[in-house]
Each structure stands twice: as C-alpha cells, then as structure tokens.
C-alpha cells in the first residue's frame, strides 16, 4: 500500500484498490443479507447482485492488468460503516421488519458505489485508459440497476407497512 500519494495516477490506484476491497467485502455481506431477508424475491434479488459482485470484483482486477499496475488492498472504510449500521440494526430488528433494513442497506451501498464508480470512469476516460473506463461503467450501470430494484422494493414494503398500519 502506498505511504503517501504523490501523483494523479497514484491517487486512482489507490482509489481502485479501495473499490477492490469494497467489491470482495459486499460478496460476504450480500450473502448475510440474502440469509436474513424473509421475502423469496428479494432473496433472488440479493442472489442476482451477488453473481454480479464477483463479476465487479473480476473487472477491478483486470483494470489493475490494463493499466500495468499490482492489484492494490486500500482500505474502504465507507463500505465497512455501511455494514456495519446495517448489521446492528439487523440485529434489533423483529423478524417481520427485516426485509425493510436489508434494503435501506442496499440502497445505501449501491448510492455509494454508484458514487466510486462515477468518479473513478470520469478519472480514467481523462487519462485516456478508455477499456478501463467501459470495465467501470459495466460495474456503474449493474449498480444502477440493482439500486432501482432495491429502490422498488423499498417502495413496495413501505405502501405493505402503511396498510398494516392502516387496518389495525
Ligand atoms: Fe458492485
Ligand atoms: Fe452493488
């Protein structure tokens, strides 16, 4: 890892590298939330996106071939607090809400590497490393889709909650 970030070039690999470790950690924790999440849809859901993850993570490792450099481990703390809220709130949850928290994490992980991504893809077009840039922007669109997806779900239990709520 690199002590201190001395150029453009140094900054992206390390950011790359933290998107790296971001990506392999969301492979474990899509995969506590599909055991956790009650609805066999949402389950799929998580499944789906977890398939996809590992395909992130294969498209990280290969920017770092393109560009000639050694795959960086960078921490990522943001990715790291995300799962971690979502696992104590997961933890004091009744069983019937759970499916509410696993997707209020979901959409806030997918806000978040949309957010890596967009950066990343603007960094690499401007070096002109334009595969790199279409490898980023297969993971961006993927993270797009999941969010809408989690984001419909969202919207799905919320309108369930309210009328639960509603008749009692
Ligand atoms: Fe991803
Ligand atoms: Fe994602």
Do not use: W
């Not at 490393?129 to 889709?145: I, R």
């Amino acid at each position: 890892m690199f002590e201190k970030l001395e150029t453009p070039e140094e900054v992206f690999t390390f950011k790359l590298g933290a998107t790296l470790t971001m990506e392999k950690q969301l492979v474990d924790v899509l995969g506590e939330l599909d055991e956790q999440a009650q609805r066999s849809e949402i389950k799929q859901a998580l499944r789906e996106h977890r398939v996809e993850t590992r395909r992130h993570v294969a498209n990280i490792e290969r920017c770092f071939k393109l560009l000639g450099e050694e795959i960086d481990d960078s921490p990522c703390g943001a990715i790291e607090g995300i799962a971690k809220e979502g696992k104590a709130t997961i933890k004091k949850t009744d069983e019937s809400l759970l499916d509410a928290v696993i997707l209020s994490a979901a959409v806030e992980a997918e806000h978040h590497e949309i957010a890596v991504y967009e950066t990343l893809i603007i960094h690499a077009q401007a070096r002109g490393a334009s595969e790199v840039a279409a490898l980023l922007n297969q993971n961006l669109e993927q993270e797009k889709h999941a969010l809408q997806t989690a984001r419909s779900a969202t919207e799905k239990i919320a309108a369930e909650g309210i009328k639960v709520v509603a008749v009692a």
